[in-house]
């Protein structure tokens, strides 16, 4: 059952700006590859990469840490790698949530593996009080309690994901 709004559209929408504003004053003399975390990012990537003014290459990879369940199986599986040469590159790596820090730095593993100039996190929620794994988060939406949330790109056994607005996930508890 869906709970009370955690972030509203407009604040997601002002989030974006900022972040990349941020971003487009970063950019200088960078060749960016912005490379998106599926499923989650897919809203967040398209909103911030429309709103970078340079040209940038874009390609997604995808891992599966959680499947129908609120918590990280604390297993990653790589679903689609990416495809495009990062190889002295700088990496924009964009993310939806950063939660226990663990498939992230999975992701970061397999992409420093091919040897780019850098890599940047880029998330729009992070939940600092899960954190089993120090993530350096470079641009930064905002951070959230220690909720399920669901709604722009977030899930729950993959519905969820197309509601404008970010809201707390209230699961019932079976009491049998």
Known sequence: MLGRVVVSKEEVEAMTRRMASELNADLEGRSPV???????????????TRQINRSLEMDFIQVSSYGASTTSAGSVVLVKDITVDVRDRDVYLVEDIVDTGIT??????????????????????????????????AYLGTEIEDLFVVGYGLDYGEVYRNLPDIHVLELEENND
């Not at 975390?37 to 909103?47: I, N, R, Y």
């Open 34 to 48: 912005f490379v998106g975390v599926l499923k989650g990012c897919v809203f967040f990537f398209t909103d911030l």
């Open 104 to 137: 992230l730095t999975d992701v970061i593993k397999l992409i420093d593996a091919r040897h780019p100039r850098s890599i940047q996190v880029v998330s729009l929620l992070s939940k600092p009080s899960r954190r089993k794994i120090d993530v350096d988060i």
